[in-house]
């Protein structure tokens, strides 16, 4: 069975982060705002933003179904930790892409890493990878375990104009014309990852603000998006957790409390800093960790927390 937590109602993603360290201030912002994959962007504060509305009940129903129904894959657990990469369009040839967000040519992991998280956006929603196919044979090539990630963004006017009305809630009321819009940013990801062949038991959904295509001021709203996104996911038979860091998730949507699992960054730091993410410090959204992400030599860096490194087949695809 899929490792999946169900997504309950506990406490309250780009390098993530978290509750200040005792030893001194959270990293900076791991890289700049053309920068590729998940990315953290500001220091973390001690205050949380009042919780928002959520369907969380319903969505903890469908993910424990899709968790039940689709089985993790056989990959033979690890002795410890597991090290590895990911990569989206900033890795791409240089100059493709949206105007906002053309890709650099950065280096795609190090031979050392034995798994990459591959993104399926170019920057926010309804935008491709624009090389996703190629990043997908470059890790089917190298016989690596695979997984994904997409950032999640609010609607700009014309995604709302075409899809507030299309998915499974009301979309005469503005939460469910928000939530339709998130559940269509899912479906377009999930056949960009059908076109391009990439066999993935899991989705990591990127919450965090983007540069060029900012969220709204208004908590609750943006909250709608990500549990429409969310359910978009788990509808195509995918399991999801969460990228993001404590302040950045509170900041996008204040205190949506989800429960599943967290793949935790540490910016501009070091390994040793990207497991200690994998603490009780970090939380999220109340989910467990399965990865600390760090960057280094030019890469986002990855390492397995704790003991998933003993399930990995409930967040990869081995080629």
Known sequence: MRRLLPLLVLALVAGCGGTPDASGPPPSDPRPSASPSPSAAAPETASAPPAVESERDELAELAEQAATEAPAGTIAPYGGPVLGGDVSWPQCPTGLGIPEKRTLGKPM????????????????????????????????????????????????????????????????????????????????????????????????????????????????????????????????????????????????????????????AAGQTSRAEAESRCGDDWVIQGGESVMGQWVEADRDQNVTCGDAHLDLGAWFHQF
């Open 109 to 264: 992991p190090l031979p050392q890493a034995r798994f990459v998280v591959i993104g399926l956006t170019n920057g926010p929603g309804f935008h491709p990878n624009p090389c996703l196919r190629d990043q997908v044979a470059w890790a089917r090539q190298r016989r690596l375990m695979v997984s994904a990630y997409a950032v999640a963004s609010f609607p700009e006017p014309d995604a709302m104009a075409r899809h507030s009305d299309d998915g499974p809630y009301d979309g005469g009321t503005r939460l469910g014309a928000l939530r339709n819009v998130g559940y269509q940013q899912a479906a377009f990801n999930v056949a960009s990852v059908r076109r391009a062949g990439l066999e993935t038991p899991f989705v990591w959904v990127d919450v965090e603000p983007v540069p060029d295509f900012e969220w709204s001021g208004d908590l609750v709203a943006n909250a709608a998006v990500v549990e429409g996104v969310v359910r978009g996911y788990v509808d195509a038979g995918y399991g999801i957790g969460i990228y993001s860091t404590p302040s950045l998730w509170d900041r996008v949507v204040g205190g949506l409390e989800l429960g599943v699992p967290e793949w935790r």
